[in-house]
């Protein structure tokens, strides 16, 4: 029995923990299927050894030992199958995991384009308050030729009535 588990990032985290448990409870049920058909196994053989000690008649023997053969066969066939399931169930997670980073790194490429461009913005900022702090300390030097300018005007508006006043 193969799980097939689909990891989607938009659900819930509790309909992932309903999966999980789930597929835990599957997989605990196949391990003690395989424990109870094991036990069985085992109860068998043993029961046929036992018609050994009693039947000491070689067409007996055989018989008996051959489905002891088969029994032991039977095991190793569902431990095989066991690692199988195991394997496959693996490579669904590792599949899932190849997904989950290829998101990690798309998402990674992402924010490192977005931290050049801020970067980019941090430079453009810091040239823009340079300039303004130049114009800043340039703006004292003409404010005093501007106030000279407004004397020289103030002077000018105020000597034609001077001459006015002398004509």
């Known amino acids: 029995m193969v799980l097939i588990v ?20 599957l997989k605990e049920l196949e391990e003690l299927k395989f424990e109870i058909q094991k036990c069985q196994f085992e109860r068998d053989e043993l029961y046929q050894i036992l018609d050994l000690y009693i039947y000491d ?27 199988t399931n195991s ?9 899932e995991l190849i997904q989950v980073n290829s998101s990690y790194r798309i998402r990674q490429s992402q924010l490192l384009r977005e931290q050049a461009q801020l970067e980019n913005n941090i430079q ?9 702090l130049v114009e800043q300390t340039e703006l004292p030097a003409s404010s005093v030729e501007a106030k000279r300018l407004c004397e020289e005007a103030g002077m000018n508006i105020c000597d034609p009535r001077a001459k006015q006043q002398q004509v």
């Open 87 to 95: 394997i496959s169930d693996a490579m669904e997670r590792y599949k």
């Open 57 to 83: 008649e070689w067409d007996h023997r055989l018989h008996v030992e051959l489905p002891v053969l088969q029994s032991e066969h039977e095991m190793r066939m569902m431990a095989m199958q066991m690692m």
């Open 124 to 132: 453009i900022l810091l040239n823009e308050k340079r300039k303004l």
């Open 6 to 25: 689909c990891a989607g990032f938009g659900r819930k985290a509790s309909s992932q923990n309903v999966i999980s448990q789930q597929e835990e409870c």
